[in-house]
């Protein structure tokens, strides 16, 4: 069973930069590949970025390519989200997700046995 964290979110104006944390907990982190989603109310939670469990891979979604960078510290039991150049829309709850699977469709919420309780990410023009 693994226990995740996040941390990081906050008001922050279009333009700026926020860096999401993830803390995992209960489980050998570096078996597990990591995803972090979005969601606002009234719509599905969306992918936004995945990494491996060694870290030597990573996809993100095409609105925040170029933007947000995914990375993880197995010895700390950590992953994150640099978020640049932020944009109102980027406005969510962003939650952190773990996955056991070898092979799987990492855009895809279904592939992700664990959850963080969400933070709350806001992007003022």
């Known amino acids: 069973q693994v226990q995740l964290v996040e941390s990081g979110g906050g008001l922050v104006q279009a333009g700026g930069s926020l860096r999401l944390s993830c803390t995992a907990s209960?489980?050998?982190?570096?078996?597990?590949?990591m995803g972090w989603f979005r969601q606002v109310p009234g719509k599905e939670r969306e992918f936004v970025a995945h990494?491996?469990?060694?870290?030597?891979?990573?996809n993100y979604a095409d609105s925040v390519k170029g933007r947000f960078t995914i990375s993880r510290d197995n010895a700390k039991n950590m992953v994150y989200l640099q978020m640049n150049n932020l944009k109102p829309e980027d406005t969510a709850v962003y939650y952190c997700?773990?996955?056991?699977?070898?092979?799987?469709?990492?855009?895809?919420?279904?592939?992700?046995?664990?959850w963080g309780q969400g933070t709350q990410v806001t992007v003022s023009s």
């Open positions: 997700a773990a996955s056991g699977r070898i092979f799987l469709e990492w855009a895809r919420e279904i592939a992700y046995s664990y």
């Open positions: 209960g489980g050998t982190f570096g078996t597990y590949s």
């Open positions: 990494i491996r469990r060694g870290g030597d891979s990573t």
